[in-house]
């Protein structure tokens, strides 16, 4: 009876904490901005939706040209944005500032909803509901990682469904009925639809599968049913959910992933990189590494590092153990394995493949919940291993100070939190590293002119490789009918996010222009607002 009384007990705190997070992070949606890439993949969207629904339509009309709604569709992932523009046509949504606040709202219910299932994935491995909870808070006290799962419809998207194919993939593993297998095909191809990158988790988790249950004819013929349902399944779905490939599967698909990866290397832009200006395809090996290990916070550093000594010795043994057929590795040892190998499979694929290197380590976000999952199996480890209670009281206070002067820096830097850097190198790196890339605080800086400017018309101007267009789209019609997005030569305003065009780059420090705002964070000079004289 006890028993029941104290797992309802806890079943209510996790609702609770589950529950008054998402009020909490609901309410500071609208206060992000928008990336430079936000119209163009909506319009993308909007193009792939019109030519489903008269696809639908035709069947009853023969008179709807397929052909022009079809060529005007990219092959670029449409996942997300396909889904944006149906639940827009369902709530009767046009204004493109409420379009882009419901993708905000949308992403985030994402990533809220891959939180619960994160959470459920770490229960099911540990068995510990502080431990569950405290991955949560991990996750939601990274800086870096809070403000973008409002806005980053690409990345944090990405990391959501790699969250919920790793849950699915387990679930799977534990038990492979049919149930488990339709809904791990399903969330493998939105996987693989939704970034190329998807094929790494998909590549290694097969190469495992194969090894540890098909390694013998016998384990072949008794596993060979539920590995033709899960391929044909996943095939079927890819197909499905990605209606750039229905009108010739094959060819499309080839031209879809020939494209993706083409238009990734031939996009060129400067990078500011320990103090230096450099183009993005002379990037070193370790471009991406290196922005993981200055913007992770420390204590998940650090206790993720710790973890990869702990674990690494027992995948080896467990590696070692299964040379012999007989021996099957158990299924808390695939998902580690897994999860090891993605990591590190990921950081090597894009440092040897991957020529023009750009926005810090963005792309490889779906292997944060991996660096998470690995600091909580630290901290299991160490409260197993470690008999004195002080020593225990010791590890929690320093968790503890890490995670309160990460909520400091939340609430006191709020909504500008993508810029943060971990403690250690936070004073070098707000002065050598790119800040703002994506011209996510052009919202801000907008904000700012409109309240400061009476004038019924400005002319604003945004320096360098971010567009304003896309945070201009955002503001409200009143403001909207304010604003005129000027040139350089006729601007009264001009924005500077720092991040420098290839070529041609304004002088602003001259004597028709002076300086009238700055948003410096932690000395970092995220943005400028320059003012043209009279």
């Known amino acids: 009876m006890r028993n029941n009384i104290n797992l309802k007990n806890n079943n209510f705190v996790v609702y609770i904490f589950f529950i008054g997070l998402f009020i909490i992070c609901w309410a500071q949606i609208k206060d992000y901005g928008v990336t430079l890439d936000d119209e163009t993949y909506y319009l993308n969207g909007v193009n792939t939706y019109l030519y489903v629904k008269h696809l639908l339509l035709s069947l009853f009309n023969q008179e709807i040209n397929l052909d022009q709604l079809r060529s005007k569709i990219e092959g670029w992932p449409i996942t997300f944005e396909l889904f944006l523009v149906f639940i827009c046509d369902v709530f009767n949504i046009e204004q493109i500032e409420k379009v882009y606040l419901a993708a905000h709202r949308l992403n985030f219910i994402i990533f809220f909803s891959s939180l619960i299932i994160f959470y459920k994935l ?47 993939g387990y679930n799977f593993i534990n038990n492979k009925n049919f149930s488990n297998i339709i809904i791990f095909a399903f969330f493998t191809a939105l996987l693989v639809n939704t970034k190329i990158l998807g094929l790494i988790p998909l590549a290694i988790f097969i190469l495992i599968y194969l090894y540890n249950f098909l390694n013998t004819i016998k384990k072949f013929l008794k596993e060979r049913k539920i590995i033709i349902y899960y391929f044909l399944f996943s095939i079927l779905f890819i197909y499905i959910l990605w209606p750039f490939l229905w009108n010739n599967p094959f060819k499309n698909l080839f031209f879809a992933l ?3 990866l083409g238009d990734h290397e031939k996009l060129v832009i400067v990078n500011y990189y320990f103090g230096n200006y450099i183009s993005s395809d002379l990037m070193p090996w370790y471009y991406r590494l290196s922005w993981f290990f200055i913007t992770t916070p420390l204590i998940i550093l650090i206790l993720f590092v710790c973890s990869l000594i702990i674990v690494s010795q027992k995948l080896f043994n467990a590696l070692k153990k299964s040379l012999n057929n007989k021996y099957q590795i158990k299924n808390k040892e695939f998902l580690d394995l897994f999860l090891f190998l993605v990591f590190f499979g990921s950081f090597f694929i894009v440092a040897e493949f991957n020529k023009s290197k750009f926005g810090g380590w963005r792309h490889l976000y779906y292997v944060y919940p991996i660096v998470i999952y690995f600091s909580i199996y630290s901290i299991n480890f160490l409260n197993i291993y470690l008999k004195q209670l002080k020593f225990k009281f010791l590890i929690a206070f320093l968790i503890s100070v890490n995670l309160f002067y990460n909520l400091f820096w939340i609430v006191q830097n709020h909504p500008h939190q993508y810029v943060f850097f971990n403690i250690i190198s936070k004073k070098y790196s707000m002065q050598n590293f790119d800040l703002d890339w994506w011209g996510v605080s052009h919202k801000s800086s907008l904000e700012y002119i409109l309240k400061s400017d009476k004038n019924s018309t400005i002319k604003i101007y945004a320096e360098g490789f971010t567009s304003l267009k896309d945070s201009y789209l955002y503001l409200d019609q009143t403001n909207k009918n304010r604003v005129v997005i000027a040139g350089f030569e006729d601007a009264e305003y001009v924005i500077n996010n720092n991040k420098k065009r290839i070529r041609k780059n304004n002088n602003l420090n001259n004597e028709h222009f002076e300086l009238f705002y700055q948003l410096n964070i932690d000395g970092g000079n995220v943005t400028s607002i320059y003012k043209r004289k009279n």
């Open 122 to 168: 770490v229960f099911n491995r540990f068995e510990n509901i502080l431990l569950s909870l405290i991955s949560i808070i991990f996750f939601i006290l990274s800086p870096r990682i809070f403000a973008e799962s409002f806005y980053n419809s690409r990345d944090i998207f990405f990391m959501s469904l790699f969250i919920f194919y790793t849950y699915f």
């Open 258 to 260: 020939k494209d993706i």
